[in-house]
Each structure stands twice: as structure tokens, then as C-alpha cells.
């Protein structure tokens, strides 16, 4: 239970014994005698406690009610119900993630929480992501187990608007078994009164020291994953960032991705010169390197090279340069994350003017490393719906099929349990069985272009 309680602290420490892990975080200066009394506590060893510390369990409690603590409450939440649940019950929630995880190895005697280290790995559970073992205590008919998970949803839900997560820095991401984000309420951060709570102990370890993990400041080490999965667990999951310059498709798109977890930033009718202004600001932004993925949704007139915004008489502003102010040269906070572009232009006649160069890209390219494994064109997914602009002309209110259909998918919890690649897919049909019965120049064409490296899922409690 203490190496499972552990974790976090040390995640480069998986596999390691629990003297190994306290020797550790004693020398890395993360293990005060508070928190060896909170471990303790957790564990119900209130003798060691009274014994080893010189502290007795109502001091513990009375701590822990009022200051920070060493211990993410979601391990404590795991913990709790590992104790409450019977050898037989595990033997059942094993058999009913078979369908979830079918490659995960079922030992007889697993514990509940080897069975959670083990959906961790998968992404399949995560501090943000318990619906997959609520719905395997609703099947094993554990209502009190589901209540424990929904108070600590709700009270996670609660003070996430006055708390920060906690973030591991990118050399603790490229680990294998590491949780990378610890959204609920207690960030594990130490107070300096957690001192005093010693009471004269005669254990000696290194002075409480507060517990530091954040993205590395240049945002220029890819995070690596262990399986072919990107991660997609931070709290947003990232910038959604939209331009409707013909506004009719902001509020479903804002809806829909605000559902997602994204942080939605809606722009309307833009002009040429507001929308290269708006792209360079968003590229800018230092909270990319916080979120795990970006999406950037363009809705205009256009052709197949350029999108006009509301200057009609310009020749328009090349879709190409939009692409290139969030490649990781540009944007080093978003490199070997997904870039997920979605343009529905309404294509006018070609005699518009040729394009033209704009603002090249002010890039940070300083910041990057010189050994950068990931090309900087890489994890962008591109999808570009065209349809002739007489399409708007008849109905200049009805939203774009495209991005209706896109919405409907994304919308859906059975569909977003495919990759987003399947969710083109199925968009492609439901474009192409539209374009049966409309008319041959009102008929929808749909172009994916991508440079993924690996799949990506959305999660799927959202929405």
C-alpha cells in the first residue's frame, strides 16, 4: 500500500521496494517526518505512529484536516477502496475489464491495486478518468464504492477552481509508469508548519521542502509515452481556438470542445489583419506547455490554398502560414503533442488575386534544443472540408455539414472510444452519404492530411 501511496513521489521508482523509495525521497528531501506520519496513517499503522514519531493519530488527523498533504488524494481514494473490497470482488472486476484491457495479465491473486497500476499503464485510469472502474462497481453492484468515487469527483470538481494542478516535468513524462497529472484538490505541496508535528522525535531526515514538479521552462522535451498513445489527461486538455468568420458554427463547436475539456477561445468575423494578430498571440501563449494537445477550428471563404476572413477584396491568408505558427519551431510548447486543424472553407470562384506572403512566423526557435528527436512538422492532423460557396448563398444561416457531423461524433461516448483517425473516418461516411441526394455544386469534398506518430484518443468522461 506505501508503494502504491508513493507513486507520484517517485515515479522513476516503480519497481523499487518500499525501503528503497523511503531512502529516496528522504535524500531528494521530499519525506519529512510529517509525511512518514501521514504514510503511516494511511496504512492504519497507528503503532509505528505512536512508537517510531511520538505522534498519535488525532494529531495526524487534525493535520491533515487543515493543511496540504503529501499524498494525492486519488491514491488515498485507491487505497480506501482497495480495503473495502473482498478477494472474490477483485477476481470479478478482473474478469470485466478483460473487454477493456484484454492483453493485461490477471494473476488469481491480484490485488486491486496491481489491477489499477496495470490500467494506469493503459491509460485506461487516471486521476480525471475513473468512469471505467465506477461502471465495474455498478456491474459488481458496489453502490458504496460509487458514492466514494463521486465525492471525490465532486469535491475535486470544487476546489480545481482554486487549486493548480500538479505537473511532472518532461524527464519524469518519458518514464513508463508515471501518473503525469494530479488534478484533484490536494496538490501534495508541504507546509513549513508540517514541522512541528515531530514532537521531539528522534528520527532524523532532511527539513520539509516543498514539492516541486512542473514542465521544464523551455517546453522543448517531447513527452514520451509508453505505449503508441498520446497522452491526453491535462486539465484543459488544451487551447481550442476558433475563427467563424461566416458565424454559423461557433456556439455547437464551442459547446462541444468546452465538453471535451478544452479551453475554448472564440473569435468571429475576423479580418485578414485580426486574424494573423489573433494566430500569433495564441502561438505565443506560455500555457501550452501545461496542456497536452491544441486544436485550431477556421470556418471563411476560401479556396484550396487560402481562407479570405471578412477582406474580400484581398487575396487571402494561406492556410499553409496558419499551420506553420504552431509547429514546434514556432510553438516549442506544443512539440510532440497533437495539432488538430479542422478548416471548412466555402470555396468561391478561382479569379481571386494570387496569394500573398504575410507575417512570417516570429518563432521561438532559439529555445529549442539542439537535439530534437521529433520534426517540427510532426503530430499535426489536418482536415480540410471544401464546398462551393453557393452552398452558403442558398441557406447563409445553416451550419456546415462538416462541422455538424464532426460534432455529433465527437459528442458521442461510443465513438470516442476510437481513435481520432476511425472518428474521420465515420465523418467521411456521414459527409459522403450527404452528397447523395445534394446537389453536384453543393456537394461537400473532405481532405486528412497528418504527420500522427501515434494514436490519439479523447477521453471518455467528458461531454
Known amino acids: 500500500m506505501m508503494v502504491f501511496l508513493c507513486r ?23 519525506l519529512t517526518p510529517v509525511g512518514l506520519s501521514e504514510l503511516l496513517y494511511r496504512v492504519k499503522r497507528f503503532d509505528l505512529l505512536r512508537r517510531i514519531l511520538n505522534t498519535e ?17 486519488y491514491r488515498v481514494l485507491m487505497v480506501e477502496i482497495n480495503e473495502n473490497l473482498e478477494k472474490d470482488e477483485v477476481g470479478s472486476l478482473g474478469f470485466l475489464l478483460r473487454d477493456y484491457a484484454p492483453r493485461m495479465k490477471m494473476a488469481k491473486d491480484k490485488s486491486f491495486l496491481a489491477l489499477i497500476i496495470d490500467l ?3 491509460n485506461l485510469v487516471a486521476p480525471n478518468q475513473l468512469d471505467l472502474i465506477e461502471n465495474c462497481f455498478r456491474s459488481i453492484h458496489r453502490i458504496d464504492l460509487i458514492r466514494k468515487i463521486q465525492t471525490y469527483k465532486h469535491k475535486a470538481s470544487v476546489s480545481s477552481v482554486h487549486c493548480q ?15 503525469l497529472i494530479e488534478p484533484p484538490y490536494h496538490s501534495g505541496i508541504q507546509d513549513e508548519s508540517m514541522k512541528k508535528l515531530q514532537n521531539g522525535s528522534s528520527l532524523t531526515l532532511a527539513a520539509a521542502e516543498p514539492l516541486h514538479m512542473s514542465i521544464e521552462e523551455s517546453g522543448s522535451v517531447p513527452h514520451k509515452m509508453s505505449d503508441d498513445s498520446y497522452r491526453m489527461q491535462s486539465q484543459p486538455l488544451g487551447i481550442c481556438l476558433i475563427i467563424d468568420c461566416i458565424g454559423n458554427d461557433t456556439d455547437v463547436l ?5 465538453g471535451l475539456g478544452y479551453d475554448v477561445h472564440c473569435h468571429r468575423y475576423l479580418n485578414m489583419s485580426s486574424m494573423n494578430q489573433t494566430l500569433l498571440e495564441v502561438a505565443r501563449w506560455q500555457k501550452h506547455k501545461y496542456c497536452d494537445s491544441f486544436v485550431c477550428i ?6 484550396s490554398r487560402s481562407i479570405f476572413c471578412t477582406d474580400h477584396t484581398f487575396s487571402g491568408f494561406p492556410l499553409e502560414q496558419i499551420k506553420k505558427y504552431f509547429t514546434a519551431d514556432s510553438c516549442p510548447g506544443l512539440l510532440g503533442k497533437p495539432k488538430l486543424f479542422f478548416i471548412q472553407s466555402y470555396v468561391v470562384p478561382e479569379n481571386e488575386q494570387e496569394c500573398t506572403c504575410l507575417l512570417e512566423v516570429d518563432g521561438n526557435a532559439d529555445n529549442i534544443r539542439a537535439k530534437v528527436t521529433i520534426p517540427h512538422t510532426a503530430d499535426i492532423f489536418w482536415s480540410h472540408c471544401k464546398v462551393d460557396v453557393s452552398t452558403l ?3 447563409p444561416t445553416s451550419p456546415s455539414k462538416y462541422l455538424r457531423c464532426l460534432a455529433e461524433l465527437l459528442r458521442n461516448p461510443y465513438k470516442r472510444k476510437l481513435c481520432i483517425l476511425s472518428i474521420h473516418m465515420e465523418l467521411n461516411k456521414k459527409v459522403y452519404d450527404g452528397n447523395v441526394t445534394a446537389d453536384p455544386n453543393q456537394q461537400y469534398s473532405l481532405l486528412l492530411q497528418h504527420t500522427l506518430r501515434k494514436k490519439l484518443f479523447f477521453p471518455l468522461d467528458c461531454c
Open 8 to 30: 507520484d513521489l517517485a515515479p522513476d521508482l516503480a519497481n523499487a521496494d518500499l525501503k528503497e523509495i523511503l531512502l529516496a525521497l528522504n535524500e531528494r528531501e521530499k
Open 57 to 73: 493519530k488525532a494529531t495526524v488527523e487534525a493535520h491533515l484536516a487543515r493543511s496540504f498533504r503529501l499524498i494525492p488524494d
Open 120 to 122: 494506469e499503464k493503459l
Open 165 to 179: 494542478p500538479v505537473y511532472v516535468n518532461a524527464h519524469q513524462a518519458s518514464l513508463p509508469n508515471v501518473n
Open 254 to 258: 464551442e459547446e462541444t470542445f468546452r
Open 298 to 303: 477556421l470556418v471563411s471563404r476560401g479556396n
Open 393 to 395: 448563398e442558398q441557406s
